[in-house]
C-alpha cells in the first residue's frame, strides 16, 4: 500500500475556535490524548485534551446542543479537528506496527489491514479539515451515556448506524443523535454512529496539522 502525505496540508489555525467556548456544557473526553484508543498510545498531534474545531461548525454544534438540551441530553465529545500528523499516526500504524494489543477491545473480528477495506481508517480524514465531529449523548437526569449499542471507535459492523442487531432502544438512541445533527447542517457516515461532518463546511479541499492546543490559536 502506497501512502502519500503530501496533500494540501497547512498549519494555519487562524479560522479555527476551541469547542468548549461555543458549547460549554459539552462533556468531552478527547481519546486521542489518551493511551485508550484503537492504538493504545497518545496520537501524535494532541498536545491538549480539547476538542477544536472550525468556526461554521462550531456555530452549528451549538444549535444541535440547544436542541438537545430542551430534550433532556447533553454532547459528549470524543474528536473534532484532528491534525494531518494524527492521521499519518493511523496509517502508519495499520501498515507497519505489529503492535495488536487494543484488537480485543476495538477491532476482535478484523484484521488491521482490514481496518482499511472496510473504511475505518483513510490516508486523508475529514477531521483535518476541521469539520468534523465525534460524539455521543449523555442523559442529564443521570448523567450516563446513551447506550448506543457499541462503545465510540468500535470498528465493526455492529456499528454502523442502520444496524438491525441492536436492540430497540439502542436505535432509537442512535435516530436520536443522528437526526437532531442532520437537521443541525451535519451528514453522517455509513460505518460510524458517531461520526459527523458539516455539509457546508468551509474548507473541502484544505487539510491542517498544527497541534490540537488551545495555545496553538493564541499565537
Not at 479560522?15 to 490524548?33: C, K, M, S
Not at 447542517?185 to 458539516?198: I, S
Not at 474548507?203 to 495555545?215: K, L, M
Request: aromatic share 14%; charged share 25%; with cysteine.
Amino acid at each position: 500500500m502506497s501512502v502519500d502525505f503530501e496533500k494540501k496540508v497547512i498549519m494555519d489555525s487562524s479560522g479555527f475556535v476551541i469547542l468548549a467556548d461555543f458549547v460549554p456544557l459539552a462533556v468531552q473526553e478527547i481519546r486521542y490524548h489518551s493511551t485508550y484508543n484503537f492504538i493504545g498510545d497518545r496520537i501524535d498531534g494532541y498536545e491538549e485534551p480539547i476538542a477544536l474545531i472550525t468556526k461554521e461548525a462550531a456555530r452549528a454544534l451549538k444549535s444541535a446542543a440547544g436542541e438537545l438540551m430542551v430534550q433532556g441530553y447533553r454532547l459528549k465529545v470524543f474528536d473534532a479537528y484532528r491534525p494531518a500528523t494524527a492521521v499519518k499516526h493511523f496509517v502508519l500504524w495499520g501498515i507497519e506496527d505489529t503492535d495488536i494489543r487494543m484488537k480485543p477491545y476495538f477491532y476482535p473480528d478484523l484484521e488491521k489491514h482490514q481496518l482499511f477495506s472496510k473504511g475505518y481508517i483513510a490516508k486523508q480524514s475529514s477531521h483535518s479539515r476541521g469539520s468534523a465531529v465525534d460524539l455521543t449523548l449523555l442523559d442529564m437526569t443521570t448523567g450516563k451515556e446513551l447506550d448506543m449499542g457499541s462503545p465510540f471507535d468500535y470498528f465493526g459492523e455492529i456499528s454502523h448506524p442502520d444496524f438491525k442487531g441492536i436492540t430497540d432502544e439502542q436505535y432509537e438512541n442512535r435516530m436520536l443523535l443522528r437526526n437532531v445533527m442532520i437537521r443541525n447542517g451535519f451528514a453522517p457516515l455509513d460505518c460510524e454512529w458517531w461520526h459527523f461532518m458539516l455539509e457546508d463546511e468551509p474548507y473541502p479541499d484544505t487539510y491542517f496539522s498544527f497541534p490540537v492546543s488551545a495555545g496553538y490559536l493564541k499565537r
